[in-house]
T-cell receptor, first 113, second 117 residues
Framework: GDSVTQMEGPVTLSEEAFLTINCTYTATGYPSLFWYVQYPGEGLQLLLKATKADDKGSNKGFEATYRKETTSFHLEKGSVQVSDSAVYFCALYGYSSASKIIFGSGTRLSIRP | GAVVSQHPSWVICKSGTSVKIECRSLDFQATTMFWYRQFPKQSLMLMATSNEGSKATYEQGVEKDKFLINHASLTLSTLTVTSAHPEDSSFYIC?????????????FGSGTRLTVV
């Protein structure tokens, strides 16, 4: 079945550092891919999405490109801020997932001032 | 944008009692809603898919008699944790899909932290 694998955390960076959180997926066909963010004690917010190969999703300085050849959707940000500290989830929605979103395990990001 | 309201945001109950959590889509109709459970520092585990006007579909290993789901209208789904025990303590999150939106029209509630003492 469909699955999502993302790099384990926690990830700790200094403010203004470059961020990469790796995400790879296994799915039949062409799934839609997402990054969600969860701030402490809150629900999930959609950060960005891409629905077809080579699409680039972007929001709040974060970017991720849908790479079908490597089945990846890595999250990047050029200069992180303390306010970016949160848990980030990679996810997919595909034809074989029966209307369900499949989540990765989540990566906890902490940014030091 | 689409908003999902989840209530209560936190609840403490005694062991053996039942707790109801509500999930409402505020500005859209949702024929399908999802209920997730999240343990500390872990990912979301899908518990069940709630379908308006029909029985919920539970994931393998989820006790349907313990986690009762009702989706009586296009804007409201409820999850009732019956005879709660301390091991049911967790963060519960609902998600609703906008019936008129595309496949990625999912919106999440802010979650409910349940503590059973």
């Amino acid at each position: 079945g469909d699955s999502v694998t993302q790099m384990e955390g926690p990830v700790t960076l200094s403010e203004e550092a470059f961020l990469t959180i790796n995400c790879t997926y296994t799915a039949t066909g062409y799934p839609s891919l997402f990054w969600y963010v969860q701030y402490p004690g809150e629900g999930l917010q959609l950060l960005l999405k891409a629905t077809k190969a080579d699409d680039k999703g972007s929001n709040k300085g974060f970017e991720a490109t849908y790479r079908k050849e490597t089945t990846s959707f890595h999250l990047e940000k050029g200069s992180v801020q303390v306010s970016d500290s949160a848990v980030y989830f990679c996810a997919l929605y595909g034809y074989s997932s029966a209307s369900k979103i499949i989540f990765g395990s989540g990566t906890r990001l902490s940014i030091r001032p | 944008g689409a908003v999902v309201s989840q209530h209560p945001s936190w609840v403490i109950c005694k062991s053996g009692t039942s707790v109801k959590i509500e999930c409402r889509s505020l500005d859209f109709q949702a024929t399908t809603m999802f209920w997730y459970r999240q343990f500390p520092k872990q990912s979301l585990m899908l518990m069940a898919t709630s379908n308006e006007g029909s029985k919920a579909t539970y994931e393998q290993g989820v006790e349907k008699d313990k986690f009762l789901i009702n989706h009586a209208s296009l804007t409201l789904s409820t999850l009732t944790v019956t005879s709660a025990h301390p091991e049911d303590s967790s963060f519960y999150i609902c998600s609703a899909r906008d019936s008129m939106s595309s496949t990625y029209g999912y919106t999440f509630g802010s979650g409910t932290r349940l503590t059973v003492v």
